[in-house]
C-alpha cells in the first residue's frame, strides 16, 4: 500500500516544510521518499519513519496461504494503524531477526501469534511514552487511534511525528493488549497485500526472476532408481541459442538463451540409462503393500489394553483395507530457481517454502559459509508442500557453480510432474471389534507406506475413547522420492479413519454424528492413555456442523459426515449428494472449523474452500502410474485436476473462539475425502476404499 | 524473417525462430512476465492472451500464426488495474498464490467481451477451462458476475 500524494503532502508538512522546497513531490516516486524520513526500524516487523510511513515485514514464504497479510494484520492491530496506512514488504532470509522463517505443518500463526501482537504493541506503546514525555502527562491517561497519539487536554500526534523520539526509548518490558471486542483489523476481511501487483501482471513469482547475465537451464533427470550411462551432447551444444550441456549426479543440464531453445535441444537429447536393481512398477509397489500387511516387522506406534484378547470376545468385527497412489503436488507454477554461484559467495533466489534449510544445503555441497549465501524469497505459484524439499535449490546452485553463470533452472510441467518428492502411496487395513450394545471395544490399524515413514498418527481420534488399540505402521524404503504434501500422512489416512468409523456406526447401528459425540464424552469422562486433542472443541464444531447442514433433515439429500483434529485445529464437515442421471454429485459442503481466532476473514474462507477443493480434486481424480521407474501420467491433459465447474457448493463456518490462532493452511483438507465418500455411500450404498475414487 | 505484430498497443518486431510459441517469445523476449507458463499443452489457460481481442492459449501458439496480430497480455489489459474484472477480483479478494489469475482475468475478460451479461451457467462453462490449484473457483465464477454488473453502469 502506497502513501498517496495528498497523505504524503500532509505528512511532509507535519514533518518541516524545508523538504518541499525546490523538489518537484509531484513526481516523487518511493525511493525519493525513502530518503526523506529517517526510518526508525522499531524491530524485526516494523518501521515507522518520520513522515508516518508504516512498513510491516512479512519473514515468512508466502505460497497462497495468505500469511504476507495475516502477519501483518496481527501487528498493525496492537500497533493501532489505519491498515490502508501500512506498506507490506516480504522479509528475505534473515536469521537473526526471525525464528521459524519457514511455510509448513500450518504453523506460522500458532508460533508468532504472540510474537506480532508484542512487536506491534510495543511499538504502540513507545509511542505512547514519546507523547507523554512531549506533553509532560502521565503514559495511562494516552490513548491510541489509527496511528494518532490521543493525550488527556484533546493533544494529537501523529506516530510520524513521534518516531524519531520514540525510537530512542528503552523498549518497554509491560505491555497492554487490545480486549479483542475492540479488534478493527483481526477478524474482518482484508484483502490480500498482492492483489494490485497480481491483477496487473507483475512479475512476482520464481519463474519472473531475471537478473544481469543469466541463462536459462533445463534439467533431465533419470528414472528413480536409475543411472546415467551416457548421453550426446554434442549435436545438441551446437544448436542455435545452447550455451552448454553439462552432466552432474546422473542428471543432464542444458543450457541456454532462452526457453524455447532448451526445449527444442531437449528433444534432441538421447540419455542411456541404466540400473543395478529392476526398477520399480505400480506392480512392484502393489507387491511390497501385500507383503507389509503380512509382515512380522511392523513397529507398534501405540498400544493401549490387549487388542488381541478384546477382538475375540466382539459380537462384531469390521475389517476394511484402503489405498491410495503416489501422487503429484502439482502447483501451478511448475519448480525452478536462480542461483549465481561465485567464487566466496551465493545469491539464491526464488520459490522455497524453507530457505534456511535451503541456505544450509546449499553450504554443505558447495563448502561456502552460510553468511555469504544470501536468499532472496520470491511469492511462489503454490506449494502444497512440494518447495519443503530443496532438490531443485541444490541443482541450480551445483549448475551454477559448474557453468559459472547466474541461472534459473526451470523444470517443465513434465519434469514437474514426474519429477518425484510425491506424496507417498499408502494402504490401511482396519479392524473394529463392536460389542452387543454396539460399543467399540477394540481398535486395530496398520499402515504401510512407501516411503512414508509413520504411516499412522496413532493418537488420533477415536484412540482415546476405546479401551483395547493396536496401531503399527511399516515403512517400505521405494527409489521414489517423497516429500510432505499438504497434511501430511492426513491427507489420506483422514480419508481412511472417516471412512472407516462410518462403516463401524453403519455396523453398529448408530447415528454417525452420535456416535462419534458418545466417543468424546467418553474421552471427557473415561481417557484411555495419552489423549492430544481437546474433545471439548470437537464436541463444539460437530454440534455447529449438524445445525448449520440441518443433518439428517434434509428431504432427497444424502450427507455425509466427518470431523478431523489436524495441525491443532478442527474441522468438521457434512457433505451433500444428489443422484442425478443415475450418477452421484456432490453438490454442497457444510464445514464448521475451529482454528482459535480467525485473523483474516477472506483468507481464512479461502484456504477452507480452497483445502476442501484440494481434498475432493485429488481424492475423485489424481493417481501416479509406474513403469520402469519412470511416472505417468505427466501432464495435466491425462493428469485430472478438479475444475470450476465441478466443485460444490461450500458453506464455511468459524467458532472463532478467541483462542490463540492454530493452522489453517491444511486442516480442512483431510476431513474432506471422508465426508464425500460418506455421502456417496449414502446415495448408492457403495464404498469407495481407494483413491482416486474416479 | 522478423515476425511484426503489436503487444499491448506497441509494434514489436520479433526475430527469432517462427515456431517459437507466443507465451515464450512474450516472456523470454519481450520481457512481458505476466503470462504464465503452465502446462504448455493449453491444458491449463495460464498462459491466456488476446490475439485480434480472442482469447487464446499463448503456449501453443507459433509466433508465425501471430504476424500482424493485435496482442493484449495482463500488462495490457489495464496497467492501472481499474478494468472491471482486475476491480471484481480484487474486491472479492479471488488471488490465493496467484499464478493462475493472469490468464483467469484474461479469460474472463474475454467471455464478458463477447457476452456481457452470461449467465451462472455461462460463467462456469466459460471458466472451466482455466485450472486454478488453491481452488479459487467460488471467487472466480462470483468475481465474473461482479465484473459483468460493472460492465452496465
Known sequence: MKTSRRDFLQKTALFTGVFTLGFDWFSADASAMEVVGSAGRFNAFLSIDSLGKVILYSPNPEIGQGIKTAFPVVVAEELDVDWAQVQVEQANLDTKLFERQLTGGSGALKHSWERLRKAGATVRKMMMQAAADQWKVDVRTCKTAKGVVLGPAGQKATYGSLAEAAAKLPVPSELTYKDRKDYKIIGSRVKGVDNKNVITGKPLFGIDIRKPGMVFAQIVRPPFGASLKSFSAEDVKKMPGIIDVVSFKNKVAIVGENTYSILQARASLRCDYGSDAPLESTDTHQKWFDEGMKSDKAQVMRKDGDFTAAIATATKVIEATYECPFISHSPMEPMNFFADVKADSVLLAGPTQVPQPAQKAVSDLLKIPTDKIQVEISKMGGGFGRRLSNDFVLEAAELSSIIKKPVLVMWTREDDMTGGTYRPAVRYHFKAGIDASGNIVALYLRGVGLNAGNSTRQDNFPVGAIENVLIESIDQKSAVTTGPWRAPITNFLGFAEQAFLDEVAEAAGKDPIQMRLALLDKVKTKPVGKITYEPARFEEVIKQVAEKAQWKKKPGVHQGFSVYYSHLSYVAQVAEVKVENGKPKVTKVTAVTDCGEVVNLSGAENQVKGAIIDGMGHAMFAKLNFQAGVASPNNFNTYRMIRGNEVPVIDAHFVNNGIAPTGLGEPALPPTGGSIANAIYAATKKRHYKQPFN | ?153
Open chain 2, 1 to 153: 524473417m522478423a515476425i511484426n505484430c503489436t503487444v499491448n498497443k506497441k509494434k514489436v518486431s520479433l526475430d527469432i525462430d517462427p515456431n517459437t510459441p507466443l507465451l515464450w517469445a512474450l516472456r523470454d523476449h519481450l520481457s512481458l512476465l505476466g503470462t504464465k507458463y503452465g502446462c504448455g499443452i493449453a491444458q491449463c489457460g495460464a498462459c491466456t492472451v488476446w490475439v485480434n481481442g480472442e482469447p487464446m492459449r499463448s503456449c501453443v501458439l507459433p509466433i508465425s500464426a501471430v504476424s500482424n496480430a493485435q496482442i493484449t497480455t495482463i500488462e495490457g489489459l489495464d496497467p492501472a488495474g481499474k478494468h472491471p474484472v482486475q476491480q471484481a477480483w480484487d474486491e472479492l479478494d479471488v488471488p490465493q498464490c496467484g499464478y493462475c489469475q493472469a490468464g483467469q482475468i484474461m479469460t474472463a475478460a474475454g467471455l464478458l467481451k463477447n457476452n456481457p451479461h452470461p449467465t451462472d451457467q455461462e460463467i462456469v462453462d466459460g471458466m472451466s477451462g482455466n485450472i486454478c490449484r488453491c481452488g479459487t473457483y467460488h471467487r472466480i465464477q462470483e468475481a465474473v458476475k461482479l465484473a459483468s454488473k460493472k460492465f452496465k453502469k
